[in-house]
C-alpha cells in the first residue's frame, strides 16, 4: 500500500479521501533535514508554501512518485529535478482563484481608503477623518499583469467598479483579451498609464523582480501596486523607498520573498500607506476545502498511474480536453503494449494517427499514453505520463502526430504505426459508445478484439481445421481460450486468428502452434502488461 506524507496543515478533506486506500501521515512544517531523514518512506508527499521540496529532499526521496502541492506556486518545489526522476508534481490551480481574486480586491479598497489606519485610530480612541480621505476607483485604470485564472476574475469585478482594464501577458491571444474585456499591451506601456497595477503571474527567472527601482521609474506619479502573486515578482526594498518618497501613493501586499517575514526584513515597518497580510489570498474555509480535495484526488490519480490534468511538469489538460480524451487514455497505453509486443526490433519511429472527434482537439497526453505503454514493459525504470516523452527522446525515437478527419471505416480511430529495424506495424484501435475498446486492424489484417489479457495472433492459410488444431494444442497444454476471433486481409486466402486465453502462454507452447500446418505466424501480445 503506497504512503503519503503530508507536511502541511491542509484540510481534514485531503485527509479522508487519501485514507481510503493509502496510509497517510501528517507531519505539518518540517525543515529540509528533517524531511530527509523521512522521505525514503514515502511514495507521495503533499506540502503547501512553508514546506520546500528541494533537490536533496528529492534525492532522499527513494521512492517518491508523486510531489503534491495544495494551491498554486510551485517556486517550492525543484521541477527539473522531479521530472528528471520522473516524479510527477501535481498543484491547485483553479481551488482558490476567487479567494485571491477577492483577497486582491480586499487589498486594493484597504489602502485606498486607508481601512486598516482608520481601524488602528478608532482603536485607539480617536476620531481623525481628515487623515484618512482617499480615492475613487471609478474611471481609473488597472493595470493587469497576469491575465489568468486569477488576473482575468480581478478584470471582471473591477470592470463592475467602472474602471478601465488593460493587462500584459505574453501568453494569451489579443482575442482571449477582447473576450475579457482587457485591452491588451507591452509592459512599458501598462507601467506608464495604469494608476493601479496588480501582479497575478507565477515566479519564473522572467518575472523574478520585474517590478523593480527602473520598472517604478516607468510608472505615474501617485501610482498604486497589489501584490497577491509571488513574494520575489516585486523589489520590495525599492517599493519601500518609492512609497516613502511618494512616487508610489499606496501598495497592498500578502507575498513575501521570504516566508514567514521577519521584522528585520520588512522595509514597510512605521510607513502609513501600506495594507500588509500574511499570505492570506488562499485563506478562505472555501478555498482550503477545495485545494485539499483536487490535492488529494491528483495525487491518488499519478499514484494510479492516470493522467493528472494539473500535472505541472505533463501535459497540461484543460477540463474541456480532458472531457473528449479522457475515454481514450487506456485504449492509447494498451495500444502500446501490443505495439512493443509485436515490434520484434529497435523502435526508431513511432507514429500516432487521430481520426473524428480526435482529430479535433489536443491529443498529446494520448500520444504519451501511448508511449507510456510502449516503454514501461521493456525498461527497468518508472515510466508515467511525466516522463515517456523524455525517455523515448533519449532513445532516440521520433515522435510524430497526425490528424485526419477520415482515414478509416471507424469514425472515432487512433493508429499507431511503430518503424523499426525488422519492419513496420500497424495498430488501430476505437471506442464503441465511447466505452468499449476494441482493435479494429492489426498489419494489414481485420480484426475485432478487446485489448485485455493475453490475446495469440495466428496468420494461417483460410482453410478448413485451423481454429481445431489450434484449440486442441492449447488445450492439452492445459491452457483455456476466452475467446477467439477470425479476421481477413487483403492476401486472398490468408485470414488473422486472435485468440484471448486466461493466462501467459509458455514458451515451449510456441513450436507447437507454429507446427500446425498453414499457420505463418505466431505472436503473443499482452494488453496489460
Known sequence: MYRIFITADVAKEAKEILEKEFIVDIQPNMEEDELCKVIADY?????????RVTKKVIDAAV????????GVGIDGIDIPEATKKGITVV???????????????????????????????????????KSFTGIQLLNKTVGIIGVGRVGSNVAKRLQAFNMKTIGYDPYIPLERGQQLGVELTDLDTLLRESDYITLHTPLTDETRGMIDKEAIAKMKDGVRIVNASRGAVVDIEALAEALKNGKVAGAGIDVWPHEPLKPEENPF???????LTPHLGASTKEAQAGVATDVAIGVAQALHGEPVATAVNASPITKATLNVIQPYFDLCERMGNIGIDLAGGRISGVNVEYTGELAETETAPLTT???????????????????????????????????????HYFTNTISLTIDTDKGTHRITGSLFDRKEAKIVSLDHFRVDFEPKGCIIIAPHEDKPGMIGQVAGVLGAAGININGMQVGGSNDKGINVMAVAVDKDIPTAVLPSLMNIEGIKDVKVIHCEH
Open 63 to 70: 521512492n517518491l512518485k508523486v510531489i503534491g502541492r495544495a
Open 43 to 51: 511514495d507521495a508527499i503533499i506540502t503547501r508554501s512553508q514546506t
Open 91 to 129: 498543484n491547485t490551480p483553479e481551488s482558490n482563484t476567487i479567494a485571491a481574486c477577492e483577497h486582491t480586491i480586499a487589498l486594493m479598497l484597504s489602502m485606498t481608503r486607508h481601512i486598516p489606519q482608520a481601524h488602528q485610530s478608532i482603536m485607539e480612541g480617536r476620531w481623525d477623518r
Open 269 to 275: 515597518l512605521g510607513l502609513t500607506n501600506v495594507a
Open 369 to 407: 499514453a501511448v508511449l507510456k505503454g510502449l516503454l514501461a514493459p521493456v525498461l527497468q525504470q518508472t515510466v508515467n505520463f511525466v516522463n515517456a516523452r523524455g525517455i523515448a527522446e533519449e532513445r532516440h525515437m521520433e515522435v510524430r502526430e497526425v490528424k485526419a478527419r477520415k482515414g
